[in-house]
């Protein structure tokens, strides 16, 4: 009889997937879209984020508990359950996608450095890049999640950021709680935008196989649907781990979007289109040490979203192509999905080289994550939905109504996004 479920562990050690998931999805790309927002609209977006919230982390919760329930992530339910071409469409464009914002992520990683210390950013971004696959590969699974998920706490610069300038927070509050929309173009795409950096693909996939592999390397753990009587605790563990890993984002977001209200927005520095140059905007504005702090969590935050979008695609991949996957697998017992990590980040390299002006490959970037979401979204509530999949784990009314509004939501703004295109 397998046991009734793992001991009891610290509220520390309770945090793992989530955490770190919610804390990628603030990577350098989105700390550009969140410091646009802020920068051009002040603080009337800041509704965004708390409404982003529960929509965050109904999807999230979904797909963590799909790993959890079947051993596999998202892309291996696809393919045992729908048809190959499908799964093809959605895993290759999201390879697509992940490795262009991956090579986006680097240059604002080595832009950042290059503000701070000089010297050359294309040498800095091969050696993040190096670096990033290095440890992914080689360093213990045990060790490698706890540096993910330390590295999470970098991005409490941007707390310490908002708190060190003059932020008037009554102003912050009223338009957190008061939504305060106008219907002008821009607004409305600044909105689509920070709802597409915000509830991205990548992550389904990663938290899903994240939790598939945690899983398999206790041995005191079982799929839930081969031990149901490990279903309480470890759900309870994947709802508070989501919930506080995509409020922890969120809530970083909004202190990007309050900081870049007050300093930027402030001063008329309206146009910010990269994090490296939100950071080079706010020295003459808040000060050398406001423009350090900024640009470090730009790079410290760089170091844990590479290895997540690089790791979402391989295992997108590998569970495809039914190859032995996972962090916690040796390198040689899973060549396939480590050489599939290292050679998206070998094109992530070279994409700051010899690819299309950073911007336009992230306009393309969100325009392929958009065909991919809507879609992938309909299919994870789908499956969480059927009892051959999910056996008697199929979703409560209340995360089934949070799940599909997010879904809803999503195909709204992506129509909206090509409308305005």
Request: proline share 6%; aromatic share 10%; net charge neutral.
């Amino acid at each position: 009889m397998p046991p009734l479920g793992p001991p009891r562990k610290s509220f520390l050690a309770l945090l793992g997937p989530g955490l770190i998931t919610g804390a990628s999805d603030d990577d350098p790309s989105g700390i550009a879209t969140y410091s646009q927002a802020g920068a051009q609209f002040g603080y009337s977006l800041c509704w965004v984020m708390l409404a982003c919230f529960p929509l965050m982390a109904a999807i999230q919760e979904i797909s963590a508990r799909i790993g959890r329930v079947t051993g596999q992530g998202i892309a291996g339910n696809i393919r045992v359950h729908y048809p190959a071409w499908l799964l093809y469409a959605i895993v290759g464009l999201l390879l697509v996608a992940n490795i262009i914002n991956l090579g986006a992520d680097l240059g604002a990683m080595g832009a950042a450095l290059h503000l701070l210390a000089g010297g050359s950013t294309g040498l800095y971004v091969a050696a993040f890049a190096v670096f990033c696959v290095c440890l992914e590969i080689y360093a213990r699974y045990d060790s490698y999640t706890a540096i993910l998920k330390w590295s999470s706490f970098v991005l409490l610069a941007y707390v310490a950021l908002a708190l060190v300038v003059r932020i008037p927070w009554l102003t912050v509050l009223k338009n957190t709680l008061i939504p305060n929309i106008t219907l002008s173009k821009d607004y409305i795409v600044t909105i689509v935008a920070v709802l597409g950096t915000t509830i991205t693909p990548y992550c389904f996939f990663w938290q899903s196989s994240e939790e598939a592999s945690d899983e398999r390397i206790d041995p005191a753990a079982r799929t839930l649907i081969e031990a149901p009587a490990q279903a309480p605790a470890q759900i309870r563990r994947i709802r508070i781990d989501t919930l506080i890993g995509m409020g922890y984002s969120n809530l970083i977001a909004l202190f990007i979007i309050v900081s870049t209200a007050a300093t930027l927005h402030a001063h008329g520095a309206t146009n910010i289109q990269t994090s490296a140059q939100a950071a080079e905007a706010l020295r003459p504005i808040a000060g050398i040490f406001t423009f350090a702090l900024f640009s470090a969590g730009i790079i410290g935050i760089g170091l844990l979203a590479v290895p997540v979008l690089a790791g979402a695609g391989a295992y997108a991949l590998g569970e495809v192509l039914q190859w032995p996957t996972g962090l916690d697998r040796k390198p040689r017992d899973a060549q396939a999905f480590y050489a599939t990590i290292a050679i998206s980040t070998l094109i992530g390299i070279a994409i700051n080289f010899v690819g299309p002006d950073p911007m336009k490959a992230l306009f393309w970037s969100a325009v392929i994550n958009g065909i991919v979401a809507v879609p992938l979204m309909a299919m994870i509530m789908l499956m969480s939905m059927r009892s051959d999949i999910m056996g008697p784990f199929t979703l409560p009314r209340p995360l089934l109504a949070l799940g599909w509004l997010c879904t809803v939501t999503m195909a709204v703004s992506v129509g909206i996004m090509f409308a305005t295109w």
